[in-house]
């Protein structure tokens, strides 16, 4: 038995207290990943941001707002587990400052500075102790191969899964799930909850076994 | 019976095919408004961005994604109707430019310029026949009162209902209602379903008998 930790949905940004930065990750991903890691009788921590999809219930889940406090947290609960899979869609910009009342308008356009968040996958997975293993998640629009394997090199990850943007609050998707040096170990389609399934099965392979 | 058009939820500007700028409204409000107003025999198209809350049955439901969307809805469907309540919030502020492809970070800061999206109930009410009538939501974090009446002039509408952030995404919330000249005319607090109530119960009053 392992000890797995998935972060899982969105994370949100907020330029002032109404308006924010954020994506359409459902948390649909990380509910199958769980499902499958739990099925496969491992303990599962979830780090997640806002999300309307149901985790299940014998998984310990942490919810956040941020991508700040997703990390904190992430990395809280990985100093413990084995494995980390980074299947949320952290924002990754930030407004560099925040208006602590709504902005009014004024008819004039806005100038927004955005500086780059911390990469949760790449911070965690470049302090992992030997026995540790991280799995990325990398979703691109283009150059989807490429991409993906300079991310698991970059990001040090053991394990990268690459979508698309059609994958976004999408009830089915399709993935392909390289190996470091770029080997293809798994190509797979279907809904969510198969998709889950047959990615943590390649993942308890690789590492639980 | 008249036919009422309630704008509902939020919108979402995308700065590229993955990252947008939004806010956590519900759709309560809008549900629990065409709940109110079915329930008074009116006939009730609700426009809205995106939701997880469930409209009712009865209610005619057209989705859309932006605040451009939501004013072209909005625009043909109060021009067969007799009432609009503006119950949505629509974001505000769009990117000039939206990257057709996911922006790639560069461990710089990016410089995001916004500009403002036409603002739906201004425009409407702006147009709106003799028999007519627009109720607008003031969602301010400071200065409520005189916000609300301040924006019930500049967007003419007839009826301003004047909330809280603490309003968006939560179960209850607290308004208070004016009429022009700044006259308030109610005051509620409860769970969105019987705000809602009570709201339409002013507005069913002020117009509809």
């Not at 924010?20 to 780090?47: C, E, P, Q, W």
């Not at 990390?71 to 949320?88: P, S, T």
Request: proline share 4%.
């Amino acid at each position: 038995m392992a000890h797995v930790v998935i972060t899982s949905g969105p994370t949100r940004q907020y330029l002032d207290p109404v308006r924010y930065i954020t994506n359409a990750s459902s948390g649909r991903m990380g509910a199958a990943l769980a499902d499958a890691a739990l099925h496969f009788k491992h303990a599962v921590t979830i780090v997640t941001g806002p999300v309307s999809v149901s985790y299940p219930r014998r998984a310990h889940v942490i919810s956040v707002q941020t991508t700040e406090e997703m990390f904190i947290e992430a990395r809280k609960a990985f100093e413990q587990a084995d494995g980390l899979i980074g299947a949320a869609a952290p924002c990754d910009y930030r407004p560099r400052r925040v208006a602590t009342q709504k902005m009014a308008k004024t008819g004039q356009p806005l100038l927004l500075e955005l500086v780059e968040t911390e990469d949760i996958i790449a911070s965690l997975a470049a302090t992992k102790m030997p026995h540790q293993w991280v799995v990325g998640f990398a979703l691109e629009t283009e150059d989807r191969h490429f991409r993906a394997i300079t991310k698991m090199q970059k990001k040090s990850c053991d394990l990268m899964v690459s979508n698309g943007p059609e994958a976004i609050d999408a009830e089915e998707s399709q993935v392909e799930i390289y190996k470091r040096g770029g080997e293809l170990v798994g190509q797979c389609t279907g809904t969510k909850k198969k998709i889950g399934r047959d990615i943590f099965t390649i993942i308890h392979k690789t590492f639980c076994s």
